[in-house]
C-alpha cells in the first residue's frame, strides 16, 4: 500500500518519534494488520539481529519505494551548486564518546533525492539524527522558501586521522543506492562498492536495491574501529549489513550481511565493486586528450581454489562484453589499479596513480559459484563501466535466507596478496615482418606483456632459465620470445596471435623456470574487428 503524500512527508518524524522501522511503519498502515508490539521498557540493546529481523519482516511485505519528492531547488541543482552543501566540520557527529571518528551528513539535492534514516547507537540506543538547516553551509545557493524541516539526508561519510594525527580526513562515505567507498592513507576516491548487484547485464531489468535506513554506533575513546549497520531494501530482496571499518595503512572492511529474497532472482552479485576505465596502453581507441591513460582500475585479479593467480586487464568494449571466471569456491578477487606512475596519466587534479584497488576475501556463503566481470562501453571518463562481482550457481529463490561474509581491503600495494610475479603493463600492436622477409598475417596481432616483481629480477643474469608459456582457444599462436627488461626488473613476453575475423580468442600466458610458475596467469579476450 502505498503512503499518502502527507505521511510520506512525516514518515521521518514517525520514526523519530515511535521508535518504529520502515518495516513496522507499512506493517502498522496494512488493512487488518495488528498494530507494532509496543517497545519493552526498560528499551534492549540495539543489535545486529534487530536489522536482521527488520529485513526479514520487511521481505514479507510488498516493495514500498522511498518517497522522492524534493523540492525543485534541490533536485534542479548542477553538479557545482549542489557541491557548495557542505555539512559544517564543527557541528560533526560522534563526538561524545571522546574517539577518533567523525560523521558528517550529506545533503539531498542533484541526482541524490532519496532520502534515507540516519540513527546512531549510544549505549545501546538507536536514535535518528533529525534534519537541521543549522547542520550545513550552503554557500552560494539561496532559496526562496525554506527547506522543509523534516528533509531527511542523502547519506554520510565518517571521518578519521587517517593521513593526519591532527586532521580528521574522509575514511568511508554511504551515498546513493548501496553504494559506498573508502580509503588508506595516502589514497584517493577511486571505485566503489555497493550492497549487492541484481541481473548486472542481464537477465532481466537490472536493479539497483538502496540502503534506507543506517545505524551507527558511537566509538570508544580507545576505539581502533567504527560499526555500521544498514538495512537494504530493493524490489526482489531485503537484506541486513554489518560494516566494521579498521582505519590504516591499507583500511580494512569487514562486511556480513543476511539476505531474505522477495522473489526469484536470475543473476545475484555478491560483494559487488564498481569502477572507470576509459583507455590505457592496450585500448587507445578513444586516445585524443593529453593524458595518455584515463581509469580508476585497470585490471581483474583472482585467486582461484587451485592456488593460481589470474590477472585480466580491463578493456573499453565497442559492446557490452561479461566475462565469466568459473570456480568452486574462489580465495578472493578485486579491480586493481596496477599502473602508480604520474607521468603514465599526468592528471595533477584527479590523481590517478593515487586511487586505490579493492580486493576482496571472502569468508563466509562463496561456495560453487564464478567471478564475473562486465564491461561497458564508455565515451568519456565520468562514467563507471566495470563492475565485477562473485555470483551463486545455484539458483536464488523467494523464501531463502542466505548470508554472506567477507573482508575487503583499500590498498595501493599487491605483493601483499601474492609473492610471484605479475604482469604490469599490456600492449597490442601489429606484428613487424618475420626475419624470413615473410609479412605477417592479416588477421594476425601482437601482444606485448610486462612481467616484474616476485624472483623475475633473481632471473635476469640468467635468462635462459626462464621460459614464456602461452595458450589460445579460437586463434593460432604463430610466434613467441622473451626479453629481459632491466627498466622494470623484469621480462617482456611477446606473442603473435592468428584468429578469424569475428571470432573471439581467449589468450593466456604465464612465465615459468622448470615446472615452477613464476608469475600469474595473464589472459586476455581478443577480437579481430
Not at 499518502?4 to 511503519?25: H, N, Y
Not at 498502515?29 to 517497545?39: L, V
Not at 531527511?152 to 580528521?168: C, E, S, T, W, Y
Amino acid at each position: 500500500m502505498r503512503l499518502p503524500s502527507f505521511a510520506r512527508r512525516d514518515a521521518l518524524k514517525l520514526i523519530a518519534a515511535a521508535g518504529l522501522s520502515w518495516p513496522a511503519l507499512a506493517q502498522a498502515q496494512q488493512p487488518g494488520a495488528q498494530p507494532p508490539p509496543a517497545s519493552p521498557q526498560p528499551q534492549s540493546r540495539f543489535v545486529y539481529d534487530d536489522v536482521v529481523r527488520r529485513a526479514r519482516d520487511l521481505a514479507a511485505l510488498p516493495y514500498e519505494a522511498l518517497r522522492n519528492d524534493l523540492p525543485a531547488t534541490l533536485t534542479g541543482m548542477n553538479f557545482d551548486q549542489y557541491r557548495d552543501l557542505r555539512f559544517r566540520p564543527d557541528r560533526s557527529l560522534l563526538q561524545q564518546g571522546g574517539g577518533p571518528f567523525r560523521m558528517q551528513m550529506f545533503h539531498l539535492g542533484f541526482i541524490y533525492r532519496t532520502p534515507v534514516v540516519v540513527n546512531i547507537i549510544r549505549d545501546g540506543i538507536a536514535t535518528p539524527i533529525p534534519y537541521a538547516a543549522a547542520l550545513f553551509d550552503y554557500g552560494r545557493n539561496r532559496f526562496e522558501r525554506p527547506l522543509p524541516v523534516d528533509l531527511g539526508f542523502a547519506g554520510f561519510r565518517i571521518h578519521h586521522p587517517l593521513n593526519d594525527p591532527r586532521v580528521h580526513d574522509e575514511l568511508i562515505s554511504f551515498l546513493g543506492a548501496s553504494y559506498f567507498r573508502f580509503l588508506g592513507r595516502g589514497q584517493k576516491y577511486g571505485l566503489s562498492a555497493r550492497g549487492i548487484a541484481i541481473n548486472t547485464a542481464g537477465p532481466g531489468q537490472e536493479e539497483f536495491p538502496v540502503f534506507r535506513e543506517f545505524w551507527v554506533e558511537t566509538p570508544s575513546a580507545e576505539a581502533q574501529s567504527c560499526q555500521i549497520y544498514a538495512l537494504l531494501d530493493g524490489e526482489s530482496l531485503t537484506g541486513a549489513f554489518r560494516f566494521t571499518v579498521f582505519p590504516a595503512q591499507e583500511t580494512v572492511l569487514d562486511i556480513h550481511c543476511t539476505l531474505f529474497p522477495r522473489r526469484a532472482i536470475p543473476k545475484l552479485g555478491v560483494a559487488p565493486l564498481t569502477s572507470m576505465f576509459f583507455y590505457a596502453e592496450n585500448d587507445r581507441r578513444f586516445f585524443d586528450d593529453y593524458r595518455p591513460e584515463l581509469h580508476d582500475s585497470d585490471g581483474l585479479l583472482i585467486h582461484s581454489d587451485t592456488g593460481e593467480w589470474l590477472w585480466r586487464p580491463l578493456r573499453n568494449p565497442r559492446q557490452v562484453e561479461v566475462s565469466q571466471f568459473a570456480d568452486r569456491q574462489v580465495r578472493g578477487f578485486g579491480l586493481m589499479q596496477r599502473d602508480r606512475i604520474f607521468e603514465h596519466y599526468q592528471d595533477l587534479d584527479l590523481n590517478y596513480e593515487l586511487r586505490p584497488s579493492y580486493w576482496v576475501e571472502p569468508r563466509e556463503g562463496f561456495t560453487d559459484g564464478r567471478v564475473e566481470l562486465v564491461e561497458i562501453p564508455t565515451t568519456d571518463e565520468t562514467n563507471d563501466n566495470i563492475v565485477a562481482y562473485w555470483v551463486p550457481n545455484r539458483a536464488v529463490d523467494q523464501g531463502q535466507t542466505l548470508t554472506f561474509a567477507y573482508r575487503v581491503v583499500s590498498t595501493m600495494t599487491e605483493s601483499r596478496l601474492h609473492p610471484g610475479g605479475f604482469a604490469l603493463n599490456t600492449f597490442r600492436t601489429k606484428p613487424i615482418a618475420l626475419g624470413s622477409g615473410e609479412q605477417a598475417p592479416a588477421n594476425a596481432t601482437r601482444f606485448i606483456v610486462d612481467f616484474v616483481g616476485g624472483d623475475l629480477e633473481y632471473h635476469l643474469n640468467h635468462p635462459d632459465s626462464v621460459q614464456v608459456v602461452p595458450s589460445a582457444t579460437n586463434a593460432r599462436i604463430t610466434r613467441t620470445f622473451l626479453i629481459p627488461n632491466p627498466q622494470s626488473r623484469g621480462f617482456r613476453a611477446g606473442i603473435d596471435v592468428v584468429s578469424d575475423a569475428g571470432q573471439t580468442a581467449d589468450l593466456r600466458a604465464f612465465l615459468r623456470t622448470g615446472n615452477r610458475a613464476l608469475t600469474e596467469t595473464w589472459t586476455f579476450p581478443w577480437k579481430v574487428e
